[in-house]
């Protein structure tokens, strides 16, 4: 009796456990002539599901029987994750065949070395601690002096934005000296022990301007901020070892003689120092974005269809602001898609790009002079500028297959 129960128990868990996990083919094609390393392959886990049949808890990515780094995020913080997000190098027009193991448990999560991080802080008003946070929302749209940094803040191991928490919603920059994680350690403002020990700084003074790469209201003529708004919420939706998220999102904007519901979420991938914004709206409308030209000395870009940049050097930010403030040299540039893309304008502190759509991606990146083994001259940072918008031209097709 006691043999046959042990029998049938073992039977049943081998259907459980073929239950809990299954395999999935996800193919990954490089379309393009051009090599391209750590390129971000975005599954939907609603595929994942469909073809594994499971309620999908954890994942294990395989890639020639080797497990490389993957996360799973739940972008509408109901829970269950969305997508499935992994990096991949691939050469000129490769295709190469991941083996994905899919779980309706935790069985499969391994913890990997964090390559990325988003963060944000609320202030306490009595004691002046900051506390994390990972949403801070106002219906006046104002938090600037409420949270440490101002807002939101995300990095790789090249490069750090924050995005202001106001009617300006600016995207600002922290440079690295050291391609490394910092901002945990300095909170975006690094004492001078730090930048003895070689940690990276606040670079850049925005004041009104499109900063880099900061989607803005146009009245025809001029720059408007997102305002006014009857709430604003920042949140950090995703902070882990492929790729971090945050995002800003204003409700009951009222531009154009329109009430728009915008949100923007910003990514960024390990091993890019680029960012990825996505922009959803309930309607349709005119925006703009740039980089600001507010530099003492400065040379553009302007002669790529959808894209500008700049590389330029001055005094970033006010002398009150940071004491060891002196001339910085910064690139900066955006590219955004032909189909949204309305034309090119300029004014006195930005280059700019007039969007007009719905619901988009558009891309931004930044270096600082004075990353070691980085860009020193315009004509490089230039140069990395045009082949970067090549590859976002041609991003890699993915397949997802059942084995």
């Known amino acids: 009796m006691n043999r046959i129960y042990l029998i049938l128990l073992a039977v049943c868990l081998g259907v459980v456990s073929a239950q809990a996990a299954s395999v999935v083919r996800v193919t990954v094609e490089n379309i393009s002539s051009l090599a391209q390393n750590n390129v971000p392959v975005v599954v939907p886990v609603s595929k994942l599901s469909t073809k594994s049949g499971i309620k999908i808890v954890s994942a294990a990515v395989n890639v020639a029987s080797k497990q490389i780094a993957s996360q799973l995020d739940d972008l509408n913080r109901d829970g269950s994750a969305d997508e499935l997000v992994f990096l991949v190098n691939l050469k000129s027009k490769q295709k190469l065949t991941v083996s994905v193991k899919v779980a309706s448990d935790s069985s499969l999560y391994k913890k990997f070395p964090k390559k990325t991080h988003a963060q944000m802080w609320r202030k306490d008003p009595n004691t002046k601690a900051i506390i994390p946070t990972v949403e801070e929302s106002s219906p006046t749209g104002n938090l600037y002096r409420s949270l440490h940094h101002h807002g939101p803040a995300i990095e790789s191991e090249y490069m750090a934005y924050r995005l202001y928490f106001d009617e300006k919603q600016t995207v600002d920059l922290y440079g690295k000296k050291k391609h490394q994680l910092e ?197 490089d940072f230039f140069d990395y500028v045009k082949k970067w918008n090549q590859q976002l031209q041609h991003p890699a097709k993915v397949s997802v297959l059942f084995y």
């Open 183 to 379: 901002l945990m350690d300095t909170k975006w403002y690094p004492t001078d022990q730090q930048i003895a020990e070689g940690y990276g700084d606040d670079i850049l003074w925005v004041k009104a301007t499109a900063g880099c790469g900061t989607i803005k209201g146009w009245d025809g003529k001029k720059v408007t901020h997102i305002s006014p708004v009857s709430n604003r919420t920042g949140r950090v939706i995703a902070s882990g070892p492929v790729r971090s998220i945050i995002e800003m999102e204003a409700d009951g904007w009222q531009y154009g003689g329109k009430t728009i519901d915008i949100k923007q979420r910003y990514i960024i991938y390990a091993g890019h120092r680029d960012m990825e914004v996505q922009v959803t709206q309930n309607k349709s409308t005119t925006l703009c974005t740039g980089v600001q030209t507010f530099f003492d000395t400065a040379e553009k870009m302007t002669d790529v269809t959808g894209v500008v940049a700049i590389w330029g050097t001055g005094l970033q930010y006010p002398v009150t602001d940071n004491v060891r403030a002196k001339p910085q040299t910064v690139g900066m540039a955006v590219s955004v898609p032909e189909s949204v893309l309305k034309q090119s304008v300029s004014d006195k502190d930005n280059l700019l790009l007039l969007l007009e759509g719905k619901n988009f991606t558009y891309h931004i990146t930044a270096a600082w002079e004075q990353e070691e083994g980085g860009f020193k001259q315009s004509k």
